[in-house]
């Protein structure tokens, strides 16, 4: 059950953490999944045909974060990008960009989204953990509103992929400095 909640459907992903469970003879040792998201995933962000900045990033933070994006329905997450230096049109033109190289798959001319889960759940791990380029607090306020369920997977997906205790207490810390923004 740990390796299909880690690996959401990626079948290198799932052999990766069974052969560390296997080397380790634990499960535990795929607990946190961190380095193994490190190792298979930064390849993929470092590529040497295509450089991802801090904007795309921030895209794909967003759009992790969201799931799926309609592009005509995205007032909100353009006016909750545009504090962090990204605005509409780079926004559209990040995920065109992204689309180019298979990073995030539009269907329709409209719907958006990164076209691999465990991708997107590392992506969400990237911008709002390990270099926080965008305030998960800042996400939840803006996203809880119009969709709790987006929001709530978000979350979960951070808490149930990677166990770790410095990310819970961040999410935690965050989680209440928006509930104590809002009392």
């Known amino acids: 059950e740990r390796i299909l909640e880690i690996a959401k459907g990626n079948a290198r992903i799932a052999i990766l953490a069974s052969v560390i469970a296997k080397n380790n003879n634990s499960l535990d040792s795929i607990n946190d999944v961190s380095q193994l998201y490190d190792d ?31 592009m005509d329905q995205m007032d909100y997450v353009y006016d909750f990008l545009t504090p962090y230096s990204v605005n509409r049109d780079r926004f559209i033109e990040c995920i065109y960009k992204l689309h180019e190289h298979e990073i995030v798959d ?9 076209s691999d889960q465990c ?12 270099k926080k ?31 770790n205790e410095s990310l819970y207490d961040f999410v935690e810390t965050e989680i209440r400095k928006l509930w104590d923004n809002l009392k």
């Open 40 to 70: 298979y995933y930064t390849k993929v962000l470092e590529n040497e045909q295509f450089t991802i900045d801090d904007e795309m990033l921030k895209s794909l933070g967003m759009i992790a974060f969201l799931d799926v994006i309609h």
């Open 106 to 114: 539009i269907c329709n001319d409209k719907v958006v989204r990164i």
């Open 119 to 130: 991708l997107s759940n590392y992506l969400l791990k990237v911008t709002f953990f390990d």
């Open 133 to 163: 380029l965008l305030s998960l607090s800042d996400a939840v306020k803006v996203v809880f509103e119009k969709n709790k369920e987006k929001t709530v997977m978000a979350i979960n997906a951070l808490l149930s992929v990677f166990r």
